[in-house]
């Protein structure tokens, strides 16, 4: 074993993975484009955007150029009572490509401490306002991230079992695809004419690590709608959905009605540095505009707007809105449709939906869908054995290239899946 693996494997704890019984991990020395370099040799195509954050291709030069030149400025500084052109120009930025009324930007440094803001911005607008609103209602199925507060708002399961009672409750409400939006909905308005409800969060349109489960964007809309009436906060978790997977900017832009609070990071940066973005509207900053010291948002972190990471996320922003980008994005969402009709009524296949760049399928099996399905660990090493990094969800496979990739390797994944199949 290379000495570097033998390294890792005494001082090393890995996300998401057993310290016994787990293959030894790959060691990655370079990446370029779509492909990830092995020590020995390997060129494994990146299909899940490791992780979903990446979205330009590995190792980008203009990102990586950015970073380089605001390096030798400035590499960081602390952003209470400070701030620098970087984060001035993203906040601009982002500002051009959100929703029209998202009105401020607050820094974090990830997907999960962007829901944490998000959460706690929706809590204090009311205890600023001195009114006693305590609950909130999420959709079953959720995942919103692994510290506390995300944790709470997510759906219970082997991640949140052992800190199950330090969570703080919610109003599940059922998933609402299109079998039981009426009955999702009926939940939904009895929960909010309880008349105590704070706020309401989703993922938009696709719960990612709920199994890449969609739904249509008319039901979150008369949810949204609903909630607005009875004074109840909206929070969309773009995390996973945002900077151009689901076909448009945000899976939010599909809404007529616009969520109070947004939660972004992943794609933000490029997929280079670690990231969170909250934004909110004018109504959520008009409960923190005061004299009064005490009703401020009492939050930081250490690192919040590194210099560095907002380089590389308007780096990442210059490539998302140039029009070849936008062009590869429109292709992709076209060749993962098309593929997806391909594998309809497949033998194999007990379901697959796509949505702009994502395209996901639930391989045939006899148990439910679930992470901990056997079916994972035999789809994640046919894959790896090709040289395709597929990460499955359980029993669902599911392909979310960067938009570097070309139509001849999205077809070569695609092509690669089907083949999978044949041996079911």
């Given at each position: 074993m290379d000495e570097r693996l033998i390294k890792d494997k005494n001082n090393i704890w890995h996300p998401f993975t057993p310290l016994r019984g787990a293959d030894d991990p790959l060691l990655i020395t370079s990446a370029s484009g779509i492909y990830l370099h092995t020590h020995?040799?390997?060129?494994?195509?990146?299909?899940?955007?490791?992780?979903?954050?990446?979205?330009?291709g590995h190792s980008h030069p203009h990102i990586a150029e950015a970073l380089a030149t605001q390096a030798r400025k400035l590499e960081h500084v602390i952003f209470a009572g400070f701030t620098h052109e970087p984060a001035i120009r993203l906040s601009e930025n982002l500002k051009k490509i959100l929703p029209n009324n998202q009105q401020k930007i607050f820094f974090s440094d990830n997907g999960s401490t962007a829901v944490e803001v998000a959460l706690k911005m929706a809590m204090q607008y009311w205890h600023n306002k001195g009114i006693?609103?305590?609950?909130?209602?999420?959709?079953?199925g959720a995942?919103?991230?692994?510290?506390?507060?995300?944790?709470?708002?997510?759906?219970?399961?082997?991640?949140?079992?052992?800190?199950?009672?330090?969570?703080?409750?919610?109003?599940?409400?059922?998933?609402?695809?299109?079998?039981?939006?009426?009955?999702?909905?009926e939940q939904f308005k009895s929960a909010i004419d309880g008349g105590s409800v704070c706020a309401f969060i989703f993922e938009p349109l696709v719960q990612g690590a709920g199994g890449m489960r969609m739904y249509r964007p008319e039901i979150l809309d008369r949810m949204i709608a609903y909630a607005r009436a009875y004074d109840v906060i909206c929070i969309a978790d773009e995390v996973f959905t945002g900077f151009g997977r689901t076909g448009?900017?945000?899976?939010s832009d599909y809404l007529e009605h616009k969520?109070?609070?947004?939660?972004?990071?992943?794609?933000?940066?490029?997929?280079?540095?670690?990231?969170?973005?909250?934004?909110?509207?004018?109504?959520?900053?008009?409960?923190?505009?005061?004299?009064?010291?005490?009703?401020?948002?009492?939050?930081?972190?250490?690192?919040?707007?590194?210099?560095?990471?907002?380089?590389?996320a308007n780096a990442s922003?210059?490539?998302?809105?140039?029009?070849?980008?936008?062009?590869?994005?429109?292709?992709?969402t076209q060749q993962q449709h098309a593929f997806k009709l391909r594998l309809q009524g497949h033998k194999n296949v007990r379901t697959v939906r796509s949505l702009g760049t994502l395209m996901a399928l639930e391989v045939q099996t006899d148990a439910q869908t679930s992470y901990t399905s056997t079916a994972r660990k035999k789809i994640y090493h046919y894959f790896l054995e090709k040289n395709i990094l597929l990460r499955p969800l359980g029993n669902v496979i599911y392909v979310l290239p960067p938009y570097v990739i070309t139509a001849e390797e999205l077809d070569h994944v695609h092509n690669s899946i089907e083949e999978f199949l044949t041996t079911l």
């Open positions: 020995d040799g390997r060129k494994i195509i990146d299909a899940v955007s490791s992780w979903w954050v990446n979205i330009h006693e609103k305590k609950n909130i209602i999420a959709l079953q995942y919103h991230g692994d510290t506390f507060g995300s944790m709470s708002v997510g759906d219970r399961g082997i991640f949140t079992d052992p800190f199950a009672r330090y969570l703080f409750n919610v109003i599940p409400v059922d998933f609402p695809d299109e079998a039981y939006e009426e009955k999702a909905f448009r900017m945000f899976a969520p109070d609070i947004m939660a972004l990071s992943k794609g933000l940066t490029g997929g280079t540095l670690p990231m969170g973005i909250t934004t909110c509207s004018q109504q959520i900053v008009s409960a923190f505009e005061t004299d009064d010291f005490l009703k401020t948002f009492f939050h930081g972190h250490s690192y919040t707007a590194n210099p560095l990471a907002c380089a590389a922003y210059e490539l998302l809105t140039n029009a070849q980008c936008q062009q590869n994005i429109a292709r992709i």
